[in-house]
């Protein structure tokens, strides 16, 4: 089942870019067999899924990994359907998708990120992903709280989408 998933990820982007998610995403989510809630309080399972989360419920590898799964190929739709210049860039939408798959499909498409990248603005995307025009940080808070995960998240993601620049 794993490899079915894994096949259909880099169906949708690339293998380059599917290799670069299953490395980085569960690199910032973590993987934690049961439900909970995360540092803001919202119900998190596996590697930072929040869909269908049952809190306290123990989650079997094999359903962490599917979920993971779903969840990267749901992101990686959101990032193609709203930034199709990114097809053929693997490690800008590797950065893109696991930068969705943190701040949401909706909030990636509606982000000065996504209308950088349809501008072929490349630099410019990349640096709004962690930094605001103004210098400040972006995209590092959750419910008004700065998060160290989401700092260093933020500069990875960053780094990845600049390489090959």
Known sequence: MANLAKGALAGV??????TILYCIVPRFEGIIHRGYFDPVGIATKCSGDTHDVVVGKRYRAD????????????????VLRCTPVLKDHPNQLAAAVSFAYNIGGEAYCSSTTAKRFNAHDWRGACRAMNESDSNRPRWVFSRGKLLPGLVKRRAAERSLCEAGL
Not at 13 to 18: E, L, R
Not at 63 to 78: F, Y
């Open 13 to 18: 982007v690339g293998t380059a870019a599917a």
């Open 63 to 78: 359903e962490c990994r599917e979920s993971l799964n779903r969840q990267l190929i749901a992101h990686a739709d959101d």
